[in-house]
């Protein structure tokens, strides 16, 4: 039996149901108005019961930024690594991924699996301990991303790693420090970006296992980005060095 969660928030339910989610109810508040149509006829469309609950069910059960909109949904899954490794060639583009490292902030992580879907990322990499796992805030902070891009749980990211770099993927690692920069490497070939933690950045035994490494210049006075901002950075990089090349602008 599969189990099920909640997911809240306009956007992550709308996108809920336009990827075809497993959903069981959605709910909108008795008050609620505004842009709640669209969700009302994706429901309808696919014969999803929809209630109208009042608004202090919303306030009893979620966070704020709910907007009186949620669903009980089945439970998402994970997919192998072998499945996201074959997701490139099903679309004849040069591999994208993003590996993390010890991502543990559920909107950090969520924030990355947004700056994903719009970058075309193929899919990203977690460990199955010390990190985040896909639940109702990172569906919330993705703003429904979550519903487009595949996460594979692995127990070790260094064996992915070496995974990929067997089937010709280079592993490039982002961190602060005396490393070319990062527009300087050709990020046009098949990649996995490898993006560290919170706090502590890139495990040492996680950057021996990069291809390369790359810093993004920084003139202000505080010499780190936020984990997503990084990432969101260097993947609007790859796609606009990608573009050059398939002058695609």
Known sequence: MHSEEWIYGLNPVLEALRAGRNIKTVYISSGRRERVGQVRQEAEKRRIPVETPDFTFFESRFPKGHQGVAARVVQR??????????IPAKRNEPALFVILDGIEDPRNFGAILRSSDAAGVHGVVIQSHRSASLGPEVAKTSAGAVEYIPVSMVPNIKHAMREMKEKGIIVIGSEAGDYPALWEADLTVPLALVIGSEGK???????ENCDIIVNIPMRGKINSLNASVAAGVALFEILRQRAIKNKKF
Do not use: F, P
């Open 77 to 86: 899954g994970y997919i192998s690594l072998d499945e996201l490794l074959a």
């Open 201 to 207: 950045g890139t495990r040492k035994t996680v950057k």
